[in-house]
């Protein structure tokens, strides 16, 4: 059997889980970068009867699939892909299974880009480095208002952590309840409020057709002056252009995003050269403890396979 490892771009996979525990007769092939267009992954992917997919990374269409004719399983990394396909896979009989995630990597991160916006940690480091001394003054995240836009698993982690900086916390979504606020001591408030009342306003929702451009010119205007927004979700969930604008209008006093409209970022992007604008590239779960959940789970999920018991099913 001919095993594929897709996008493995810190080239780690083969140490964060014991792959001997396989058959001997298991082939296995790394691909450390993105392999390219359709025609490119019907090629490389031809000979394999398994995949082994990062989540969010390669999408796995119903276009591959019907190019990919020696498919069985695919393995993705969460048990959630909104890349896979997964009626098309129920319909070629190709078995989906998925791995667990600690859960705590993103809300982390959400916390340090607050803090590095805060700080001007960026900023701060460049001018130390360029023989300068201190630019840019500071604000205390204690005493502040964050605003979650979704407070489910991560917004309720981001809320808490908020909550331990001593940030005033309050949110909003279209399916927020009274009760799912004060279990966590948020305020519920509408949207509006969130966006005028936010110092910091970070994402926390799943990408959806309500979702999509989500926040745009309108919210962004009635964002304070000096507030700065978070997005560690989904990039589609804010209109780019209309972020662009606000930010090198000095309309909002800064952004950080971990996700985009296409990933990776093209080299072209006009959100490469805004400098009130932090990027990171898409590192939210990108951690070792995290990897080593994904990528043992997934071999044992192979085995499993193999064994004519699949575990984690999405199909």
């Not at 990597?105 to 300068?132: D, F, H, K, P, V």
């Not at 966590?184 to 509408?190: A, G, I, S």
């Not at 994402?203 to 451009?213: Q, V």
């Not at 662009?244 to 006093?253: K, M, P, Q, Y």
Request: charge should be negative; charged fraction near 25%.
């Amino acid at each position: 059997m001919n095993i594929a490892i897709l996008d493995d771009y810190h080239n780690v996979s083969e140490r964060m889980a014991d792959w001997s525990t396989l058959p001997s007769s298991v082939r296995l092939t790394v691909f450390n970068a993105p392999i390219g267009d359709l025609d490119a992954l019907a090629e490389a992917l031809a000979d394999f009867e398994v995949l082994c997919v990062m989540r969010e990374r390669t999408p796995i269409t119903a276009e591959l699939m019907q190019r990919l004719p020696k498919l069985e399983l695919i393995v993705t990394t969460g048990k959630r892909n909104n890349a896979i396909d997964l009626e098309a896979a129920r319909a070629r009989r190709i078995t989906v299974c998925g791995t667990d995630s600690p859960g705590h990597a993103t809300s982390e991160l959400t916390m340090g880009l607050m803090l590095a916006l805060s700080r001007r940690i960026i900023s701060e480091n460049q001018t130390l480095s360029q023989g300068g001394w201190q630019n840019y003054l500071g604000r205390d995240l204690s005493g502040a208002t964050l605003g979650l836009l979704g407070l489910g698993r991560l917004g309720g982690q981001v809320a808490r952590l908020g909550q331990a900086f001593g940030m005033r916390t309050i949110a909003w979504s279209e399916n927020l309840t009274e009760a799912r606020a004060a279990e966590l001591n948020v305020t519920r408030v509408e949207k509006d409020e969130l966006f005028s009342q936010g110092d910091f306003i970070s994402i926390h929702l799943k990408l959806s057709a309500r979702t999509t451009a989500l926040v745009g010119a309108e919210e962004l205007r009635l964002m304070k002056r000096d507030a700065c927004l978070i997005n560690t979700s989904r990039g589609p969930i804010i209109d780019s252009r209309a972020l662009a604008d606000a930010l090198t209008s000095r309309r909002i006093g800064g952004a950080a995003l971990d996700v985009f409209d296409v990933e990776p970022l093209p080299a072209d992007n006009i959100l490469r050269d805004i400098p009130n604008l932090i990027l990171t590239p898409h590192i939210g779960y990108v951690t070792r403890e995290t990897y080593q959940v994904f990528y043992s789970q997934t071999v044992e999920a192979i085995a499993a396979y193999l064994d004519g018991k699949p575990i984690r099913l999405l199909t």
